[in-house]
């Protein structure tokens, strides 16, 4: 199938496809070893935690580890997050006089939250080698945009644009040359 769509095209443009295919590959790629590593992250926060909280004497339960994963695998889900489970854990716990462990859960969840708000657009701009203030802007806008899921979609988005650069698919001299015919026709429309 892979041949029949590429016969269609001339060998320059055919180059590009597969060049353009690779790049977006590779995006995906280092976006998902982000998240990855990101959702590493949330488990071992998790996990220590609930641990020292058992330590401590205020979590009699068990099952830290299924909890740790199914929150970080949660966590990473854009509408969701950990608080879809920390939160009601924590309210629980709370409302029935286990104040320790709901005190306990909302300071996890504190820390989660804000070490993923640290992390996250440091770890997504290193992979795609941008600055983390665009990774943190084109975030937010994505949020804005696109509503929950264009906090992955966005960067994401800009990731693939920035790897197309880098690998001469959108080189300097094409944006160049496109901005001097743009200007050269706003001109022309001037007169």
Not at 64 to 72: N, Q
Not at 73 to 79: E, G, N, Y
Request: net charge positive; glycine share 8%.
């Amino acid at each position: 199938i892979k041949e029949l769509f590429l016969g269609f095209f001339s060998n320059e443009k055919r180059k590009y496809i597969v060049k353009t295919k690779r790049t977006a590959t590779k995006a995906i790629g280092k976006l998902l070893k982000a998240y990855i590593t990101i959702m590493a992250i949330t488990f071992a926060e998790m996990f220590l935690g609930l641990f020292l909280l058992k330590l401590i004497g205020v979590y009699d339960g068990s099952y830290i580890t299924i909890i740790s994963f199914v929150t970080c695998i949660i966590d990473i889900i854009p509408v969701l997050g950990t608080g879809t489970v920390l939160i009601p854990w924590a309210l629980y716990n709370l409302i029935f006089g286990n104040f320790g462990m709901g005190i306990g859960l909302l300071v996890i969840y504190a820390v989660v939250t804000v070490i993923r708000q640290i992390v996250e657009p440091k770890l997504v701009a290193n992979q795609a080698g941008l600055p983390a203030i665009v990774t943190i802007m084109a975030m937010f806008l994505g949020v804005r945009i696109f509503g929950a899921f264009g906090i992955i979609l966005l960067p994401f988005t800009v990731i693939i644009l920035k790897l197309l650069y880098d690998e001469g698919i959108f080189s300097n001299q094409n944006v160049k040359h496109k901005s001097e015919s743009i200007k050269k026709s706003v001109k022309e429309k001037k007169k």
